[in-house]
Every structure is written in C-alpha cells, then in structure tokens.
C-alpha cells in the first residue's frame, strides 16, 4: 500500500532550528512535497525534491534520501508565523499526490 | 488574477439533502483536483480532471460527482449528503504533470457540516 508517516505535533522555541521528518512508500515516485498550511487556510507550496541531496530556500531547506524512502524540512531562525502545520506529499507513478496527515508546528517565544 | 476560488465558504445540510460545490481558477491550468481534509488524516483525493469534458476517480469517490464543462470550472456534487460527509473540501488545479514537480494550488476551502 501507499502510506506517508510525518510526526503529528513538535514543539520549538522561536529563534530554534526544527526538523520536521517524513517516510514515504509509494507505487512509484516522482518526487517530494512540502507544504505549509496554516490553521483555517489552504495548504500553500514550499518545496519539491526529485533528487537525492539537500534543497535550500532562505530559512527553510528540504531534504531527500530516495534509497531510504526519507525526507525532512528544516526551518532556521524559527518565528512566531511559523506555527502551522507542515504537509508531506509524495508523487506516485501516476504523480497523484498521496499525502501525510501533517505535522503541527507550536512555536513557544 | 484570483488563482483559485471556492464557493460556498461554509454550509449546513441536513442529511438527504444535495449541494454543488464550484471550484474556478484563472491560471488556464490542465488538472483540477477535489480534496477533502479530516482531523488527523491527510488529504484524500475525491476526484479529479485532467482537461475540460474528463473527470476521474480518486481514492474516496463514492457519494459524490463531478462535472468539467469548462475548463476553469470544477463542481463537485453531493446527491444526497450523509454526517460522513462532514468536512473541510478542497480544490486545487495545476499545469501539465508529466514532468514531475508540478505544483498544485489550493482554493480556500469549503466547510461542510452535514446534521
């Protein structure tokens, strides 16, 4: 079966680095999602790795081990606009997204 | 240049009853996508549409339809609406996706209660 495993809540103290971690087992692959929605809105796009290796874009990076079925977000010099929560998708060989069930982010000052 | 817009925002149904759901983007995009969103699951795809005139089903199909008249609009049906059907409703549109890495665009939601 197709399933995306992501932790369901994570704490962090503003200013902090976290990385949010995801495993993925799909029929197929065809890359990696990350998108960020924050509570009553729609979930808005924040990266996409095909290859293996590290991502960077400004305080968030995101990275992808294909032989290990792993990704991770990591979000730098964390703030308060941060608190959301964080949705990994993985394409399938139809690039249908199959998607986790978030994590929540709670950012403390 | 309005991306993607749903309507209604929010609505009561009483079980039994039916309501169309009306997604429209203005990025000439290929694919258009419904989702539903429930508490501690992820995103599950309820039908989709890679051009004007074809729909497809996704991985929870049953109770609903759709209709891609137009390529700018997607509606998502519910003919007779169950407490099951309790949500937060999705959709999104994206380009071509053969490629890979195609992103896809959320409208803001439709809020369902269904008593």
């Known amino acids: 079966g197709q399933n995306i495993d992501q932790p369901t809540e994570m704490t962090a103290t503003e200013g902090a680095i976290v990385q949010i971690n995801c495993t993925y087992q799909t029929s197929g692959f065809n890359g990696l999602f990350w998108y960020q929605q924050h509570a009553g809105e729609a979930p808005t796009f924040l990266s996409y790795?095909?290859l293996d290796g590290l991502e960077e874009k400004g305080r968030f990076s995101s990275f992808l081990s294909r032989s290990k079925g792993y990704s991770y977000l990591l979000l730098k010099e964390l703030q308060m606009k941060d608190s959301a929560s964080y949705l990994c998708?993985?394409?399938?060989?139809?690039?249908?997204?199959?998607w986790g069930a978030g994590t929540k982010l709670i950012i403390k000052p | 240049n309005a991306g993607v817009t749903q309507t209604p925002k929010f609505r009561v149904l009483k079980t039994g009853q039916s309501m169309t759901l009306l997604c429209a983007q203005d990025?000439?995009?290929?694919?258009m996508y419904w989702y539903r969103q429930d508490p501690g699951m992820g995103l599950r795809l309820i039908h989709y549409?890679?051009?004007?005139?074809?729909?497809a089903k996704g991985e929870v199909p049953d109770g609903y339809n759709v209709s891609r008249l137009k390529k700018q609009n997607f509606l998502l049906g519910l003919e007779s609406a169950a407490p099951s059907q309790t949500s937060v409703y999705f959709c999104a549109s994206s380009g071509v996706i053969d490629r890979g890495g195609e992103t896809q665009y959320f409208g803001p939601g439709t809020r369902l209660l269904v008593l």
């Open positions: 990025m000439n995009h290929e694919y």
């Open positions: 998708a993985a394409s399938d060989s139809n690039y249908q997204l199959i």
């Open positions: 549409s890679v051009g004007e005139g074809t729909t």
């Open positions: 790795n095909v």
